[in-house]
Protein backbone atom coordinates (compact mmCIF):
# COMPACT_ATOMS: atom_id res chain seq x y z
CA UNK A 1 0.00 0.00 0.00
CA UNK A 2 1.49 3.42 -0.64
CA UNK A 3 0.39 6.00 2.19
CA UNK A 4 -0.16 9.58 0.96
CA UNK A 5 -0.95 11.90 4.26
CA UNK A 6 -3.33 14.63 3.27
CA UNK A 7 -3.09 18.19 4.27
CA UNK A 8 -5.17 17.08 7.44
CA UNK A 9 -3.46 15.54 10.11
CA UNK A 10 -3.24 11.94 10.37
CA UNK A 11 -5.79 11.70 7.44
CA UNK A 12 -3.87 9.31 4.81
CA UNK A 13 -5.60 9.34 1.06
CA UNK A 14 -4.06 5.15 0.61
CA UNK A 15 -3.48 3.50 -3.11
CA UNK A 16 -2.94 -0.47 -3.58
CA UNK A 17 0.15 -1.65 -4.56
CA UNK A 18 -0.93 -3.97 -7.49
CA UNK A 19 0.72 -6.89 -7.97
CA UNK A 20 -0.31 -8.05 -12.12
CA UNK A 21 -0.23 -11.16 -14.14
CA UNK A 22 -2.37 -12.49 -16.75
CA UNK A 23 -4.84 -12.73 -14.63
CA UNK A 24 -5.36 -9.31 -12.95
CA UNK A 25 -4.05 -8.48 -10.01
CA UNK A 26 -3.08 -8.98 -6.26
CA UNK A 27 -3.22 -6.61 -3.59
CA UNK A 28 -3.47 -5.87 0.07
CA UNK A 29 -5.96 -3.43 1.04
CA UNK A 30 -5.03 -3.32 4.65
CA UNK A 31 -1.95 -4.56 6.76
CA UNK A 32 -2.37 -4.06 11.01
CA UNK A 33 2.05 -3.54 10.56
CA UNK A 34 2.15 -0.90 8.06
CA UNK A 35 -1.00 1.26 9.56
CA UNK A 36 0.53 0.96 12.92
CA UNK A 37 4.14 1.93 11.49
CA UNK A 38 1.88 4.84 10.94
CA UNK A 39 0.70 5.52 14.00
CA UNK A 40 -2.84 4.87 12.86
CA UNK A 41 -5.67 2.80 14.50
CA UNK A 42 -5.58 -1.06 13.90
CA UNK A 43 -8.92 -1.99 15.12
CA UNK A 44 -11.65 -3.37 13.03
CA UNK A 45 -14.79 -3.76 15.45
CA UNK A 46 -17.00 -3.56 12.02
CA UNK A 47 -17.49 -3.87 8.37
CA UNK A 48 -20.12 -1.69 6.79
CA UNK A 49 -21.76 -1.77 3.11
CA UNK A 50 -23.28 1.32 1.83
CA UNK A 51 -25.25 0.67 -1.61
CA UNK A 52 -26.47 3.73 -3.27
CA UNK A 53 -28.96 3.08 -6.19
CA UNK A 54 -29.23 7.09 -7.97
CA UNK A 55 -26.28 9.12 -9.09
CA UNK A 56 -25.91 12.24 -7.26
CA UNK A 57 -27.18 10.50 -3.29
CA UNK A 58 -25.53 12.28 -0.56
CA UNK A 59 -24.48 10.86 2.50
CA UNK A 60 -22.93 12.72 5.23
CA UNK A 61 -20.98 14.71 7.07
CA UNK A 62 -21.31 11.57 10.08
CA UNK A 63 -19.15 11.03 12.73
CA UNK A 64 -20.02 9.57 16.46
CA UNK A 65 -18.95 11.25 19.42
CA UNK A 66 -16.49 10.08 22.19
CA UNK A 67 -16.50 7.78 24.12
CA UNK A 68 -17.49 6.28 20.31
CA UNK A 69 -15.50 7.75 18.24
CA UNK A 70 -13.73 5.83 15.58
CA UNK A 71 -11.50 5.72 12.13
CA UNK A 72 -12.76 4.68 9.29
CA UNK A 73 -11.07 2.85 6.54
CA UNK A 74 -13.30 3.93 3.52
CA UNK A 75 -13.25 1.87 -0.27
CA UNK A 76 -15.36 2.32 -3.15
CA UNK A 77 -15.99 -1.18 -4.30
CA UNK A 78 -18.22 -0.16 -6.75
CA UNK A 79 -18.82 2.83 -9.30
CA UNK A 80 -17.94 6.15 -7.71
CA UNK A 81 -17.76 8.42 -4.93
CA UNK A 82 -16.62 12.29 -4.08
CA UNK A 83 -15.62 11.43 -0.46
CA UNK A 84 -14.81 14.17 1.90
CA UNK A 85 -13.54 14.31 5.00
CA UNK A 86 -13.73 17.25 8.25
CA UNK A 87 -11.52 17.24 10.79
CA UNK A 88 -13.26 18.57 13.88
CA UNK A 89 -10.51 18.40 16.48
CA UNK A 90 -11.14 21.49 18.62
CA UNK A 91 -7.16 21.28 19.10
CA UNK A 92 -6.37 20.65 15.56
CA UNK A 93 -4.46 23.16 13.18
CA UNK A 94 -7.05 22.13 10.78
CA UNK A 95 -9.77 22.71 12.88
CA UNK A 96 -12.94 22.82 10.47
CA UNK A 97 -11.00 21.97 6.96
CA UNK A 98 -11.93 19.50 4.73
CA UNK A 99 -10.44 17.65 2.31
CA UNK A 100 -11.91 15.70 -0.94
CA UNK A 101 -11.05 12.46 -3.56
CA UNK A 102 -12.67 10.61 -5.90
CA UNK A 103 -12.58 7.05 -4.90
CA UNK A 104 -13.85 4.38 -7.43
CA UNK A 105 -13.52 0.83 -8.50
CA UNK A 106 -11.17 1.72 -11.04
CA UNK A 107 -8.47 3.58 -8.74
CA UNK A 108 -9.55 1.26 -5.86
CA UNK A 109 -8.13 4.35 -3.51
CA UNK A 110 -8.76 4.34 -0.31
CA UNK A 111 -9.11 6.94 2.29
CA UNK A 112 -8.16 6.43 6.23
CA UNK A 113 -10.43 9.07 8.64
CA UNK A 114 -9.04 9.56 11.79
CA UNK A 115 -10.94 9.61 14.97
CA UNK A 116 -12.92 13.24 15.01
CA UNK A 117 -13.29 13.71 11.64
CA UNK A 118 -16.71 13.73 9.83
CA UNK A 119 -17.25 11.86 6.98
CA UNK A 120 -19.58 12.22 3.86
CA UNK A 121 -19.58 11.46 0.18
CA UNK A 122 -21.78 11.93 -3.08
CA UNK A 123 -22.29 9.45 -5.61
CA UNK A 124 -20.79 10.22 -9.15
CA UNK A 125 -22.67 7.25 -10.53
CA UNK A 126 -25.43 4.99 -10.16
CA UNK A 127 -25.20 1.36 -8.51
CA UNK A 128 -22.29 2.73 -6.32
CA UNK A 129 -21.04 0.55 -3.05
CA UNK A 130 -19.02 1.73 -0.69
CA UNK A 131 -17.27 -0.49 2.05
CA UNK A 132 -16.17 0.88 5.34
CA UNK A 133 -14.06 -0.75 8.34
CA UNK A 134 -14.51 0.81 11.12
CA UNK A 135 -12.87 0.90 14.57
CA UNK A 136 -15.60 0.71 17.06
CA UNK A 137 -18.87 -0.81 16.78
CA UNK A 138 -22.21 2.10 15.70
CA UNK A 139 -23.66 3.44 19.03
CA UNK A 140 -26.86 5.27 17.45
CA UNK A 141 -26.49 7.72 21.40
CA UNK A 142 -23.64 8.54 19.58
CA UNK A 143 -24.44 9.38 16.27
CA UNK A 144 -23.83 13.06 15.35
CA UNK A 145 -23.50 14.89 12.00
CA UNK A 146 -22.94 18.38 10.63
CA UNK A 147 -25.05 19.83 7.46
CA UNK A 148 -23.17 18.90 4.38
CA UNK A 149 -23.62 22.14 2.94
CA UNK A 150 -23.15 24.33 5.88
CA UNK A 151 -20.80 27.36 4.94
CA UNK A 152 -18.59 27.73 8.07
CA UNK A 153 -17.08 24.41 5.80
CA UNK A 154 -17.20 25.81 2.40
CA UNK A 155 -17.06 21.93 1.16
CA UNK A 156 -17.46 22.11 -3.05
CA UNK A 157 -19.94 19.28 -3.72
CA UNK A 158 -19.75 18.09 -7.47
CA UNK A 159 -22.88 20.26 -9.42
CA UNK A 160 -25.51 17.73 -9.12
CA UNK A 161 -29.29 18.59 -10.90
CA UNK A 162 -30.96 15.67 -8.82
CA UNK A 163 -29.01 15.94 -5.44
CA UNK A 164 -30.39 13.20 -3.11
CA UNK A 165 -30.03 13.76 0.33
CA UNK A 166 -32.40 12.33 3.29
CA UNK A 167 -34.30 14.55 5.68
CA UNK A 168 -31.62 13.92 8.80
CA UNK A 169 -28.56 14.65 6.87
CA UNK A 170 -30.64 18.12 5.35
CA UNK A 171 -31.29 19.72 8.57
CA UNK A 172 -28.50 18.77 10.75
CA UNK A 173 -27.97 22.20 13.14
CA UNK A 174 -25.51 25.11 11.21
CA UNK A 175 -22.15 24.22 13.31
CA UNK A 176 -21.37 26.61 16.21
CA UNK A 177 -17.88 26.75 18.04
Not at 56 to 75: C, D, I, N, S, Y
Not at 95 to 106: I, M
Not at 129 to 156: C, K, L, N, T
Request: charged letters at 30%.
Amino acid sequence: MLFTETKLKGAFLIALERREDDRGYFARSFCQEEFAARGLDTRVAQCNVSFNRQKGTLRGMHFQATPHAEAKLVRCTRGAIYDVILDLRRDSPTFKEHFAAELSVSNAAMLYVPEGFAHGFQTLVEDTEVFYQMSHSYHAESARGVRWDDPAFRISWPAEAHRIVIDRDRNYPLFEE
